[in-house]
């Protein structure tokens, strides 16, 4: 199935569906409407659960997954739901964010079978220098591809980052020994960890 909607998250599936081959299970935390849910599907992963706080937005990907047996949708906090499952591969888009740092990160570790992959794509404040650079160097780039592309409007919750990109490099590197940590274009960071087999 393709699906050419593109924003500044959407641009970075690809870190995901890279590894969906190596998944038999997937989970997408803070999946909205349930396109990366839907990706993972089509690239070949054979059981992918898709979980949002947001009922309306599970509803919507509910609607655009009618059929495909292979795929669950659960309302409820990343935190609070889904204890003692784990997955070969756990995605989390722009979502880290809205939950505790430090407990956020420790539940997707829980969440990520042993020898399964994590994948995050977040967002962090411009907390340094450095940051406030690069942000900036981001603006006339997106301007340019934001008005060439169409920039896909999700409707699902938006909420400013509490923690800076440095705050985030050090919290993952303390609780996921081993994780690769890389600052990106469109303001947004990515976090990939394997979890020890």
Known sequence: ???????????????????????????????GEG????RLRSAGVPRVTGLDVDAAQVELARAASVGDDGVTFVVGDALEVLDGDAFDLVTCYATLHHLPLE?????????TAPG???????LAGARTPGDVALSAAAVPVAAVVDRARGVWEHGAAVTDPREGY?????????????????RHLYWRYSLTWQAPA
């Open 166 to 182: 440095g705050e985030v490099r050090d919290a993952a590197r303390r609780i996921l020994p081993g994780a690769r940590w890389r």
């Open 116 to 122: 399964g992959r994590l994948v995050v794509v977040g």
């Open 103 to 111: 407990d956020g990160l420790r539940r997707l570790a829980a969440l």
């Open 1 to 31: 199935m393709r699906d050419d909607r593109w924003n500044h998250n959407t641009h970075y599936h690809p870190l995901a569906l890279r590894h969906a081959p190596q998944a038999c299970t997937a989970l997408d935390v803070g999946c």
């Open 35 to 38: 396109l990366l849910v839907r």
